[in-house]
Nanobody, 122 residues
């Protein structure tokens, strides 16, 4: 499977943005899907994960209540809806596939997608 994230851009603090991750090749429903981000000068961090059947959703504390992950297995897409964005959300966001949601949570990633830059201005 290959992954490509899209939808990044510039947004003012308090605004919203939706990112999409499209899978090609092997169907994305075989995998749990996660979102990670890396801010300038910082290490990559976990944002959230959704299990293959959407039964499990987990988020980092820093985004809980503001970000929502969803997936459409028929379209091989996973989305990250980001609301009430803060300047500290500025980062390159990447989607990733793992064998299970616990693997994604632990950073055991099968496939990384190319990231998309989100810049939140004050």
């Amino acid at each position: 499977v290959q992954l490509q994230a899209s939808g990044g851009g510039f947004v003012q603090a308090g605004g919203s943005l939706e990112l999409s991750c499209t899978a090609s090749g092997r169907t994305s429903s075989d995998y749990a899907m996660g979102w990670f981000r890396q801010a300038p000068g910082k290490e990559r961090e976990f944002v959230g994960v959704i299990s293959w059947n959407s039964a499990v959703l987990l988020y980092a504390d820093s985004v809980k209540g503001r970000f929502t992950i969803s997936r459409d297995n028929a379209k091989n897409t996973v989305s990250l809806q980001m609301n009430n964005l803060k300047t500290e959300d500025t980062a390159v966001y990447s989607c990733a596939a793992g064998s299970s949601y616990s693997d994604v949570l632990s950073g055991r990633i099968v496939v990384w997608g190319r990231g998309t830059l989100v810049t939140v201005s004050s």
